[in-house]
């Protein structure tokens, strides 16, 4: 393998996951040391992502583990991936990232998506009145974070003379975290457009509205203060490993871990021995396979060949792996290997 220069910037998105015979302080630890490993490496950012009732997701309250994050690392960008802004008041998130910005100015991403992230009684207890079809305010809610973070509602407005603080109405020329849109669908890749935001879409549980979705950011898109152009990035569920068949056997937790979760049944990420031994039924079997199909699994060589053809396939201008898989070591090892085949940068040793 002779790793080249990186044709597009490779980021992170981790959901400190729990593994089976692990517990959440572990899994938080694991995800420390890995942000510390992924800015030696090169990786351009780390994200994470707010997910409740899961077992198997420790990251159920991102600004907290982005503060922890960033007192352990010193370039790296982090970011959520994402907030789910219908969980939280807006001007909570504001003050949350404001002062987050403040801590570890400019390397701070806003990632927001609409969805719960979680089930339905769960997103009930977290909304109280608000009701499930919060989702469906989330342009007003979008509009009314980004004034508390640019300090900017109309005269006349009720919030006029509210301030998120810390942020730019409190630390005058501090600017703001950038704000992405996230989505799985064309729903939010329309309104980044509109907006000129950022997007990130979620190919790695979406892989049909890839395209389309992508398609549809771009010609929405209008020029904004925040960004001239699209910019778009992908989510992407890679294993790497040493040999093929090695990735091959650690994907199947992933798998495994999905089918449950789909099924309403969440729980810890699975050993690839408890994989490999599950009996699946021909419904089940199906669905694994679809859902690994979409999977970048491989030898480092094979996982990049693989990230390029999706790259050239959804014109991407970032990509952003995450790798499910049981066990803290061969996690690490994942990224690592993904790191050296993109020709990344840093001190992959």
Known sequence: MSPTAPEAPLSILDLATVGDGYTPTQ?????????????????????VAEHHGMPGVASSSPAVLLAHLGANTSRIRLGSGGVMLPNHAPLVVAEQFGLLHALHPDRIDLGLGRAPGTDPATARALRRGAGLDAADEFPQQLNELLHFLDADFPAGHPYERLRAVPGQASAPGSGRPPVWLLGSSGFSAQLAGRLGLPFAFAHHFS????????????????PSAALAEPYALIGVGV?????????????GSGALAMLRLRSGRPGLVPTPEEAEAHPYSPMEREFVDSWLANVVVGTP????EGLAELRKRTGADELMVTSNIHGHEARRRSYELIARAWGLTGHAG
């Not at 294993?239 to 994907?251: G, I, S």
């Open 27 to 47: 899994a938080l630890a694991a995800t420390t040391v890995l942000a510390q490993r992924a800015e030696e490496w090169g990786y351009h950012r780390f994200w």
């Open 207 to 222: 892989a049909a509205n890839t395209v389309p979705a992508l398609d549809l950011y771009r010609e929405s898109f209008r």
């Open 239 to 251: 294993v790497a490993a040493d040999e093929e068949r090695q990735a091959r056997r650690l994907a």
């Open 301 to 304: 060589d094979q996982v990049r």
